[in-house]
């Protein structure tokens, strides 16, 4: 026989359940059955679906949070940096500067150590667009290509090029 309080099994002839010490009533198993048996049912429906939800939740936290591609990309600056140390002193290089602007627009800048002097060649108004086949399409004035691109944290991948959000040391001046 099963307590209809907590859906404990007690022994024939028990007057109270030895878990709740609610009063046991020696009538009809059939019914004590079927009350054990849903509260078994409450006591696995629940945590699934509890868990259910959570996962649920949970996704739709992370697709708001993650927002687009577009937003990843907007108003960042992505740095590629070639420029080399000597004997604790910078040789030749160069760092490249990226950033993308809504309406497609971007901003590209060069920033060239020649000695001890650095020179900044940027190009006016480059454009981009993001194809649908994980391909970026970047245009300047004075070339144009298409390449395989992905973002991976505070890194961005344009083709073999790996650019970081975070501003090298080596750019050791406020850009222009």
């Known amino acids: 026989m099963f307590c209809q309080q907590c859906g404990h099994q007690v022994n024939e002839g028990v007057a109270f359940c030895p878990i709740c010490g609610e009063p046991m009533q020696q009538n009809n198993t059939t019914q004590e059955v079927v009350v ?31 927002g687009s591609v577009e937003d990843q990309l907007v108003g960042e600056k992505w740095y590629y940096d070639t420029v080399e ?15 993308f602007h809504e309406n497609n627009e971007a901003e590209l800048e060069y ?26 399409h970047f245009r300047g004035n004075y ?30 001046f406020d850009e222009q």
């Open 36 to 66: 054990s048996s849903n509260r078994r049912l409450w006591k696995i429906l629940i945590p699934a679906i509890g868990g259910t939800l959570l996962i649920l939740i949970l996704v739709l936290v992370l697709s708001l949070s993650s």
């Open 85 to 99: 140390l000597y004997f604790g002193q910078y040789s030749s290089g160069a760092i490249e500067v990226l950033e």
């Open 111 to 136: 920033y060239v150590l020649s000695g001890d002097e650095w020179y900044c060649k940027s190009d006016s108004s480059p454009s981009w667009e993001l194809l649908e086949d994980n391909t970026l």
């Open 143 to 172: 070339y144009e290509w298409e390449t395989e691109w992905h973002i991976d944290g505070d890194e961005l991948t344009i083709g073999s090029t790996v650019y970081t959000s975070d501003k090298p040391d080596t750019l050791d």
